[in-house]
């Protein structure tokens, strides 16, 4: 579900809304996000790995079928579904920010629920806030920036920086091919401290 400029508005806002239940809904960002990872899977494989009642892991399928989001890859019993690919690229009300929306964010959505620390982000920052800190994630876990630096760029505390960028590092190794080169992040945050003390 990639779009471009060259797209009607209607279709952007039309795929906006189809995955805007997924970044409200930890439940069914866990669900998409366990589809994205699968080739394709059954709604009895939803149930048994997201802890889901038949009831529920029936009606969420279906939710993100209609939404467009999942697709029915096998029609036969058992039916399989199959995450679609999600980028759509989208600006904060205020004009300030872009941010994507991928299968990365929505999974880190989806474990707002077991993890406290993305909880409080995104109650603190916002869904586009959490954007902003898997880019910083990513970054990081690239040896390109440490969570001093991405502090100091967003206005928050070390600690708060330090406590997303771990919280979304198990996102950032799912999703994204990190490659070994480059400096060590105790480097980096080591060096970091290092150009602090010299001040």
């Known amino acids: ?18 995955v805007a239940d997924l970044l409200e809904e930890p439940q069914l960002a866990q669900l998409y996000a366990y589809l994205a990872r699968k ?17 529920t892991a029936y009606s969420y399928v279906n939710r993100l079928v209609d939404a467009d989001v999942v697709e029915l ?8 579904y199959a995450a679609r690919e999600i980028n759509l690229t989208v600006t904060t009300v205020a004009g300030d920010r872009e941010y994507t929306i991928t299968p990365a964010l929505i999974d880190a959505v989806g474990r707002r629920e077991s993890n406290d620390d993305i909880d409080t982000y995104i109650d603190r920052h916002s869904v586009a806030g959490l954007a902003t800190a898997l ?7 690239r040896g ?6 991405m502090a100091e760029d967003l206005d928050i505390s070390p600690l ?14 799912e999703h994204y091919d990190i490659e070994a080169s480059g400096a060590s992040l105790d480097q980096l945050d080591s060096d970091d401290s290092d150009a602090a003390d010299d001040m």
């Open 1 to 18: 579900m990639s779009r471009t400029s060259d797209q009607t508005d209607g279709d952007i806002v039309r795929d906006f809304l189809s």
């Open 39 to 55: 080739d394709e899977a059954t709604v009895q494989d939803v149930m048994h790995e997201l802890s889901l009642a038949q009831g």
């Open 73 to 80: 890859t096998h029609d036969e019993q058992p039916r399989r």
């Open 135 to 141: 880019t910083y994630a990513v970054a990081r876990e």
């Open 144 to 149: 390109e920036t440490t969570h001093r630096l």
């Open 160 to 173: 708060a920086a330090e406590m997303i960028l771990q919280a979304l590092r198990s996102v950032v190794h």
